[in-house]
């Protein structure tokens, strides 16, 4: 059940774009999404609740297909400070509502 | 801002010891989570609670972990007797379905 992302990792540099995918073999209710530096905690990007929605947050967006029980996160004009580990948490249609099931993750380096 | 407080922030202890964990939610959240990351694993639910009841504790080992929720302003997580494999980063998040969650800053756990 657990989603899986795609790619495991990225180098960047400054002012490239990058694509997260985050996939699942179950019908999804919801994707969020979540950033992680190293020893500290992750933080919220978005989450995206319904089919085909897309939604936006500076440079940094992402879609939700629900058809293909899928989730992309976008990340344009990317800066140093956009480096971390990358978490997708799904929430499954008729599991325990509130309960994500995070990807591995994809670390994303950025490089000046 | 409102955090989740996590105590305490790092523990190392010997093997069989009991470990317990709080966790003090954002005030008014009706849903607690409780995490556990390793790099093996990535982050795992172990459990959670709404509005204090517990909803899901299945991926917590039955035999030597326990959470409960006495109040509306504290979540523990307790180990006993801890193992070595314990050895974790343990968070804590809050929030409301369909909402962001919140992580505390998570408490570095290391059985010897």
């Known amino acids: 059940q657990q989603p899986v992302q795609s790619p495991q990792a990225v180098i960047l540099r400054e002012g490239e774009d990058a694509v997260i995918n985050c996939s699942s073999s179950k019908a999804l209710y919801s994707v969020h999404w979540y950033r992680q530096k190293h020893g500290e905690a992750p933080i919220f990007l978005m989450i995206l609740l319904k089919g085909g929605e897309q939604k936006g947050h500076d440079k940094i967006s992402a879609s939700f297909n629900e058809k293909k029980q899928q989730s992309s996160l976008y990340l344009t004009a990317s800066q140093l400070s956009y480096s971390g580990t990358y978490f997708c948490?799904?929430?499954?249609?008729?599991?325990?509502?509130?309960?994500?099931?995070f990807g591995k993750g994809t670390k994303l380096s950025v490089k000046p | 801002d409102a955090r989740v407080t996590q105590t305490p922030r790092h523990k190392v202890t010997e093997m069989g010891q009991e470990v317990t964990m709080r966790c003090q939610p954002i005030?008014?959240?009706?849903?607690v989570f409780w995490y556990r990351q390793t790099m093996m694993q990535g982050l795992e639910l172990l459990a959670y609670?709404?509005?204090?009841?517990?909803?899901?504790d299945s991926g917590m080992p039955k035999d030597r972990f326990s959470a409960e929720m006495p109040d509306a302003t504290l979540a523990t997580l307790k180990i006993q007797p801890s193992e070595p494999r314990d050895s974790a980063v343990y968070f804590c998040a809050s929030g409301f379905r369909d909402q962001p969650q919140h992580f505390g800053d998570g408490t570095r756990l290391s059985i010897l």
């Open positions: 609670f709404r509005n204090r009841a517990p909803l899901d």
């Open positions: 005030l008014g959240h009706n849903t």
């Open positions: 948490g799904t929430e499954i249609y008729g599991g325990s509502q509130g309960n994500l099931i």
